[in-house]
């Protein structure tokens, strides 16, 4: 059983030096330029960092950083100051200088006092802190992931690994009277393996972590996993063909193949975007725009993943969001703005900002398409000759719905059944049509590697993405063969 880690002793508000009067006064200073809507967001973050190549411990680091940001909405507009002294004057002029921006007419309206919404969750539990481990045992988990890479294949010729870990407090007050505050850790161990072989040289990667303790490094994923899984992906590399191009069958892998959904789907469902009609989604809403086997969501509540949180960053439970039913438009991810300003939308919890020197904005955090009632094998059998995607580097949308993805390994499918290997593919589509033509989903929903970063009007987060084994009856590869 897993000892919930609840917030700190710390008096939050203490912490960061201004109490909930201090808190109420700016606010009031915020809004006394007619803004409609004012927020502070206050951030403590530690961070430190492990890195390993060329057989030495190459750099380590640490840091911290403390600052608050303070948000004023009027309308559509946005005025936004930030700040990392915390001297009443100096938070007071940002408060000004957001308030000047959102200028407009209007009564002042004294901010409610404020009220103390946190609530204790089990969501983000952590048994062992890596803010309380000290930097050796950090170097000796990238120490074993990169022993792990190097001694897995002789063809492997050089390893990277590297480490690190996060500790952020928040706390966050605005003028609706809220007041709540967060605790959010976050560890990553990554290895890049490269493996040679006649002049020819592939790259492998693998990598865990999350909102987790040093203890998922024995009980989730271990170090040797994450430098073996490096290695081998290198190594298979070496041996693949170049991909065939044209159109012909796709059978998604599950788990890695989730960033497809979450860049060609996920992001065209936030909010913003919709009520600014960049979407092709904007005026979809109840309409079919996919297989009645399609149904996605994405979900801040799943313990310990890295896309998850107890409050997004304006403070609003999030909660698991439908975002397509069988098929149809069924819900965006909605921020305060885009709340406001699309009426009668609810809030969904997904405001995300990268730190307190950024406005929040609508962002996903664990996107996944629901499991299905086939069995993977039968999925794979039912291909006479199509293209097997194993894993996926990335990819680009654009707001028409056109993308195209990046296959790091994949596997031809002939017979039904998995033969050689092959690399250098892109997928090509456009969203509406992949999601008409996905024909078989497998039971066996499963999560990406717990590294990914999302980034989007220059802000990085951290995310997640997942679906089980898919069918995509025909879509177009880009190959060299």
């Known amino acids: 059983m897993t000892r919930q880690t609840k917030p700190k002793a710390i008096p939050y508000v203490d ?34 960092f492990v890195n390993m190549e060329e057989d030495i411990i190459k750099e380590t680091a640490e840091s911290v950083s403390l600052g608050l940001g303070i948000r004023v909405i009027r309308g559509d507009r946005t005025g936004f100051g930030y700040t990392n002294d915390f001297s009443m004057d100096k938070v007071r002029k940002t408060a000004r200088t957001a308030a000047a921006i959102a200028r407009g007419r209007g009564a002042d309206a004294p901010p409610p006092p404020l009220r103390d919404r946190t609530r204790a969750s089990e969501r983000l539990a952590v048994r062992r802190p890596a803010s309380a481990s000290g930097l050796g045992e950090k170097i000796k988990l990238v120490r074993e992931a990169y022993g792990a890479a190097q001694a897995h294949d002789p063809r492997v010729a050089k ?49 865990g972590g999350g909102r987790v303790g040093l203890e998922y490094f024995r009980d989730v994923l271990t170090p040797r996993q994450i430098g073996e899984g490096a290695a081998r992906e290198a190594v298979v590399l070496l041996g693949a063909a170049d991909a ?34 960049t979407s092709i989604f904007w005026n979809k809403m109840g309409k079919r725009v996919g297989s009645e086997l399609v149904t996605i969501y994405d979900d801040p509540t799943i313990p310990s993943f890295r896309g998850s949180y107890n409050v997004d960053d304006e403070g609003t439970a999030p909660r698991r969001t439908l975002l397509i039913e069988k098929g149809v438009v069924r ?20 405001g995300r900002r990268q730190d307190y020197g950024h406005w929040p904005i609508p962002r996903m955090a664990n996107t996944y398409i629901a499991a299905g009632g086939d069995a993977p094998e039968d999925i794979v059998r039912s291909v006479d000759k199509g293209f097997y995607v194993a894993s996926l580097s990335g990819g680009q949308v654009e707001d028409s719905g056109k993308f195209t993805f990046s296959v790091t390994l994949g596997y031809l ?67 060299r063969s």
């Open 413 to 479: 499918i002939e017979g039904g059944r998995l033969t050689a290997p092959v690399k250098q593919a892109t997928l090509i589509g456009t969203n509406i049509d992949i999601l008409k033509r996905i024909d078989r989903v497998g039971g066996d929903l499963a999560f990406g590697l717990q590294t990914g970063t999302c980034s989007k009007d220059g802000q990085d987060v951290p995310v997640n993405d997942g679906c089980p084994t898919l069918r995509i009856g025909k879509m177009t590869v880009g190959g």
């Open 159 to 207: 390893v990277k690994a590297y480490y690190s870990d996060s500790l952020t407090h928040v706390c966050i007050a605005n003028s609706e009277g809220l007041l709540v505050r967060d605790t959010r850790p976050m560890i990553k161990l990554v290895c890049v393996a490269i493996s040679e072989k006649d002049g020819k040289r592939e790259a492998g990667f693998w990598g």
């Open 244 to 277: 065939p191009a044209g159109e012909m069958p796709i059978v998604l892998a599950p788990g890695h193949s989730g960033v497809l959904i979450h860049e060609a789907v996920g992001h065209l469902l936030e909010a913003d975007f919709n009520r600014k009609k």
């Open 331 to 350: 819900g965006l991810l909605q921020d305060k703005l885009s709340s406001r300003l699309m009426r009668g939308a609810a809030l969904t919890g997904h």
């Open 15 to 48: 912490h960061f030096g201004l109490s909930p009067a201090d808190l109420r006064s700016v606010l009031g200073e915020a809004l006394s330029s007619g803004g409609e809507f004012a927020e502070i967001f206050m951030e403590h973050r530690t961070y430190d």
